[in-house]
C-alpha cells in the first residue's frame, strides 16, 4: 500500500522561508518511474500545482512560482523535501504531496495534507 | 498559466445524472488526452476518479464517466448516490514543464 505523509511547520511568518517534509512508503523513490510533487490548496479555493521530482532527479515546477521554490529529495530515507521561500499570506493553503504517474500523467494516491498558516 | 474553467456549482436527485463541464485551451486540455478528474469530500485529500480522459481506476463505480471534445472534458455521475456529494476538479497535462493545471472546481450537491 502507497503512503504519503506530510511534515512541517503550521505556522510560519511572513518572508519567511516554508520547508515540508514528505515521507513515503509503499514504494522507493529510485525506481525508475517514479515522481513525487507538491499541490496546494488555499482555504475554500481550488488546487494548485507547485512541483515534481522525478527518480533520477529531473525537477519541474510551476512556472508562476518557479522563483520560489526548490524540490529535493532523500532516496536513502525515502522522503521529498518543499521549499518555498518569501512566504505571504496568500501561500496560506493546505499543502498535499502526492504521487505522479508518469506514463498516464495522473495524482495519486495524495497525502492527508498539511495546512500551513502565514501570519505574523 | 490560467486554470481550467468549471462551474461552481452542479446539482441533482438520487439515481439522476449531472455532468460537468472543464474548458482549457489548445495548450492543455485541447492539447493532450491526459484530462483526469479527482473527487474531493470536505476536509479530506483529493481522488482520482478518471484519467486519460475516460479511464476508470480500479475501485471507482462505472457510475462515473468522462469525455473530452475540442478544448473541453466533461465528468457525468449517472444514478447518483448520497456519497457522492463532493467537490470536484479536473486536471490536464500542459506540457512536461506544467504537469497539472486543474479546475476552478465544481460542488455537487445531492437532493
Known amino acids: 500500500q502507497i503512503t504519503l505523509k506530510e511534515s512541517g511547520p503550521t505556522l510560519v511568518k511572513p518572508t519567511q522561508t516554508l520547508t515540508l517534509t514528505c515521507t513515503i512508503s509503499?514504494?522507493?523513490?529510485?525506481?525508475?518511474?517514479?515522481?513525487v510533487g507538491w499541490v496546494r490548496q488555499p482555504p475554500g479555493k481550488a488546487l494548485e500545482w507547485l512541483t515534481l521530482i522525478y527518480w533520477d532527479d529531473d525537477k519541474r515546477y510551476s512556472p508562476s512560482l518557479k522563483s520560489r521554490l526548490t524540490i529535493t529529495k532523500d532516496t536513502s530515507k525515502n522522503q521529498v523535501f518543499l521549499t518555498m521561500t518569501n512566504m505571504n499570506p496568500m501561500d496560506t493553503a493546505t499543502y498535499y504531496c502526492?504521487?505522479?504517474?508518469?506514463?498516464?500523467?495522473?495524482?495519486?494516491?495524495w497525502g492527508q495534507g498539511t495546512l500551513v498558516t502565514v501570519s505574523s | 498559466q490560467s486554470a481550467l474553467t468549471q462551474p461552481p456549482s452542479a446539482s441533482g436527485s438520487p439515481g439522476q445524472s449531472v455532468t460537468i463541464s472543464c474548458t482549457g485551451t489548445s495548450s492543455d486540455v485541447g492539447g493532450y488526452n491526459y484530462v483526469s478528474w479527482y473527487q474531493q469530500h470536505p476536509g479530506k485529500a483529493p481522488k482520482l476518479m478518471i484519467y486519460e480522459v475516460s479511464k476508470r481506476p480500479s475501485g471507482v463505480p462505472h457510475r462515473f464517466s468522462g469525455s473530452k471534445s475540442g478544448n473541453t472534458a466533461s465528468l457525468t455521475v449517472s444514478g447518483l448516490q448520497a456519497e457522492d456529494e463532493a467537490d470536484y476538479y479536473c486536471s490536464s497535462y500542459a506540457g512536461s514543464n506544467n504537469l497539472g493545471v486543474f479546475g476552478t472546481g465544481t460542488k455537487v450537491t445531492v437532493l
Open positions: 502526492v504521487n505522479w504517474n508518469y506514463q498516464q500523467h495522473w495524482f495519486d494516491p
Open positions: 509503499g514504494f522507493s523513490l529510485s525506481t525508475s518511474g517514479v515522481g
